[in-house]
């Protein structure tokens, strides 16, 4: 079947197809071999779990939408990134900051830390986080759901034949298709980045045979005017939290039959052919500091849903299918699978159960539904995906939806560019850069220090400042962001970008940790303190994470300032470098430590591994360069053992692909995917979590692919169940675009093309027996053959075949 086709047609036809089959299975044998679809032959129950665990997400970073497929009864809830509560219009919002000076607490602190080692960290909470009688959740507030859309749909019963629901995340595009009588009915989602809002189309294969009444339903003690008119639904208030106004618009537009506004803010259509569904919102929301409002979103809002509408159904889905294309198809994986004709949530319950080439295209179909997912709540203009991406039901979600910014957030955006998302990843950027200004308020009064700090976690209105909660204490977590920021440009070489955006934000950040850090009177060398590993242990001075963080920033900061001739800050952080412990020492049962002191218990067996963080995302670690720290590493993150959430697992496929073990790393997504994955393939923590499905992206990528260590690594941990495959697509840092095949466990064939001209330099196992490059007109290139690696001169934008 032509996959180009609509995904409307392509139902039709496959319900005309089935129409005819005696019995009408609901095993929809024409879509085996569609790899990336999620599909199910029942609709997801109407309840908070069937939404976690059933609904389809689609979304276009501002907004997101999840499909139910109800038959009779049909649920689009929606989300808008802005709708927060919290922030500047609760009354006593002040950013996390303290609502008075506390002079000497932290030398207080840190004094107790000398002379004790460890001190707990409800101590330090007690000093230096927020009163525990601080209304936290009032003032930091947490991303809300918006609503549903609801649609009822008069004589339709309650369940019906050949019933499909799917996500082809290819195309972007869900559907719901089912047999009533004998009447073929067809409803297609899609999200649009370029329309700015989410779009459904509902049709049957009759003439006339739609029918149905849509509404608004917004939650249940929130306030809020419906009306409609001109097929238009508008619901709007205020959250009753912060005075955030919000808005919801819904045009109706139909073929054949007629249209009536209801005077209750409904529209009902009846026998019409086909209908469109055009759903836009908006909030006064501005990312703004300190007030963080804007204009009221109605007149955007409007001009927004009438352009869509002006465009009509056909014009809105070409536009957003080449858009997304252009995005998801950077990327193909091949490991060898072959999609059975299989429900989703059967394939995931049949994971490891026997059909090895069903597990890999489920493993295929995981990775690229990160990718996806990224596409679909990350675009350039909006905020950086939360804790579920755009995705939630709640009023009061987990975790408030929000930034944790102790790895959750940086975790979702691993896979950005090394899967060749790169631009998605301007979200996470901006976020950044705009915590500087509340930043500076708390470094200062927090620290008395220079530059900027947040802590463990934030929202979308600033908050840099403390917690009433012993994890809080991370002021690391601006060093690890910026550091993310710097590969975006090793990754691009985007030197303006570097220029004008990571530069001037590492800068800011090294001048808090220069205030910051201290001489530890036991070896002279320059420590945070206090400093604790993420939910772990006692408040110290100089643990593992934070030394290696500090490393990662001060070494980027070197870099940086080398390469744009800024001798001066170079100089100073080459000073820091070489006075500042880097975090790495070798333990009494042989772990790497996750303290300075040799205090690690080997039956601890916490979440976070964060001493791990100089293996990934760091790179003081590998077995490359220091294989006794490699090894050291592989006995702590043994202790750990395998279990974990969701998150925890999907790093650990990236420390075990970083450790170079294929195999192990294969064991954890094969756990990923047995014990953290939810019928939907969303990543549960549990609950549903976002990063594992970012994280599992990531580490399957860095079993293909790595580039930290300034050579491009092929294949370093294929494991053995990905025999013979290809990837094309990948990006390595030096701006470089890979696509690789291999056979029987061994590279065979690699295509590298270099955005700017200079050395290549690839590693593989394969190079020791010879290899022959040519360039992209056939003719031979002269290159070099050391070991594992090869190295030649290279032209930019020129592809290089290497056999
Ligand atoms: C970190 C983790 C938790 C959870 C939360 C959102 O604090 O330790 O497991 O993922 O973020």
Redesign the pocket.
Known sequence: MNRRLLAGSIITLLGAALAVVPGGSSTVAAAAGEPYTLWYDEPAPDTNEGWESRSLPIGNGAMGATVFGGVAAERLQFNDKTLWTGGPGVPDYNFGNWDAPRPGALEAVRERIWKEGGIPAEDVLAALGLKSDTPRHRRFGAYQSFGDVRLSFPGLPERAADYRRELDVERGVAGVSFLAGDVRHTREYFASAPAGVVVARLATDRPGGVAFTARIAVPANRSATATASGGRVTVKGALSNNGMAYEAQLQVLHRGGTRTDNPDGTVTVSGADSAVLILGTGTDYADDYPSYRGRDPHARLTARVSAAAAQGHARLLAAHRADHRALFGRVALDLGGVMPARPTDDLLAAYGTGDPAADRALEQLFYQYGRYLLIASSRPGSLPAN?QGVWNVLEAP??QSDY?L???LQMNYWPAEQTNLAELAEPLHTYVDRLREPGRVTAGQMYGADGWVAH?ASNIFGQTGAWDHP?YFFPESGAWLAGQLYDHYRFTLDERFLKRTAYPIMKETARFWRDFLRTDPRDGSLVAVPSRS??LGPSTAGTAMSQQILWNLFTDLRDAATLLGDGKEARAAAAVLERLDPGLRVGRWGQLQEWKDDRDDPAETH??VSHLFAVHPGRQVSPRTTPELAEAAKVSLNARTDVG?G?SKAWKINFWARLLDGDRAHKLLADQLRTSTLANLWDT?PPF?I?GNFGATSGMTEMLLQSHLGTIDLLPALPGTWRDGQVSGLRARGAHTLDLVWRSGRLSEVKVTPDERGTVRLRSDTFRDGARVVDGRGRPVSHRVNGDLLTFSAKAGERYRIT
């Open positions: 804790l987990p975790w944790h102790n790895i959750n463990h994890a993420p939910e979440r976070h959430t998150w923590h979590q990063d």
